[in-house]
Structures are given as structure tokens and as C-alpha cells.
């Protein structure tokens, strides 16, 4: 059988990225990803959100999804909402309120409808 060779401390040392695989905060000062816009202060914690926010930047045409739909020129900075903006050419409407027959397209019309329509 054989003998760990690593030293008492070990576990301190290996438990920050168990801590971080576990999302919970680590001892390390944490790291300011600031935008490189001239005239933009904006601040962020995580390189990916900074990343996010630097496409807000960019002109309109520039942006990387484009909607499929013929004869729609509207472009999105994100995926999910060129997706969500699709299902207003499809007549998708899959958020059905349970009060009543309407339906929604989309997550939070249906909850702006309950909080109008449906208020106690």
C-alpha cells in the first residue's frame, strides 16, 4: 500500500476549487472585468457577463443573430432572444393563463397579465 506524499495542508488547498465547483465563493479577492469602450464605466464580476455587455455596443447590423424570417431584418446580441422574438412570426403562444383562455408567447406577458387582469 502506499503513502500519500502530499502534506497536512493538503485538503485546505485542494477544498478553494471543490468550493468552486460547489458555486461557493472562494477566499481570492475577486477579479473586476472592466468594459474597454471609451465612455463606458460598466463593471462586471464575471469575464462572460463582460463579454454579454460588449455586444450592446455594437451596431445594430453588427449584431450575431439575425431572425430567419423573411422580410425581418431585427438582429439580437443573444441566441435565446432571437429565439423568444421568432415565436412572434410563428403565432406560437405555449404560456396559457389559468384563469382564463388567453395565451402568451412569452413567460412574462402572461405574468403582466395575472398581475393586471387577475389581481386580488
Given at each position: 500500500m502506499r503513502v500519500s506524499a502530499l502534506p497536512a495542508?493538503?485538503?485546505?488547498?485542494?477544498?478553494?476549487?471543490t468550493a468552486k465547483r460547489r458555486g461557493r465563493k472562494s477566499n481570492k479577492t475577486p477579479t473586476i472585468h472592466k468594459c474597454i469602450i471609451?465612455?463606458?464605466s460598466s463593471e462586471f464580476d464575471r469575464k462572460y457577463t463582460l463579454q454579454q455587455h460588449i455586444f450592446t455596443h455594437l451596431p445594430k447590423s453588427q449584431r450575431p443573430f439575425a431572425c430567419t424570417?423573411?422580410?425581418c431584418s431585427k438582429r439580437f446580441n443573444r441566441w435565446a432572444d432571437k429565439m423568444r422574438h421568432e415565436r412572434v412570426h410563428t403565432g406560437e403562444s405555449s404560456f396559457q393563463?389559468?384563469?382564463?383562455?388567453?395565451?402568451f408567447s412569452r413567460p412574462?406577458?402572461?405574468?403582466?397579465?395575472?398581475?393586471?387582469?387577475?389581481r386580488e
Open positions: 495542508q493538503a485538503p485546505a488547498i485542494t477544498g478553494s476549487t471609451t465612455g463606458c424570417h423573411e422580410g393563463c389559468k384563469f382564463c383562455e388567453t395565451s412574462d406577458a402572461r405574468l403582466n397579465h395575472y398581475r393586471r387582469v387577475h
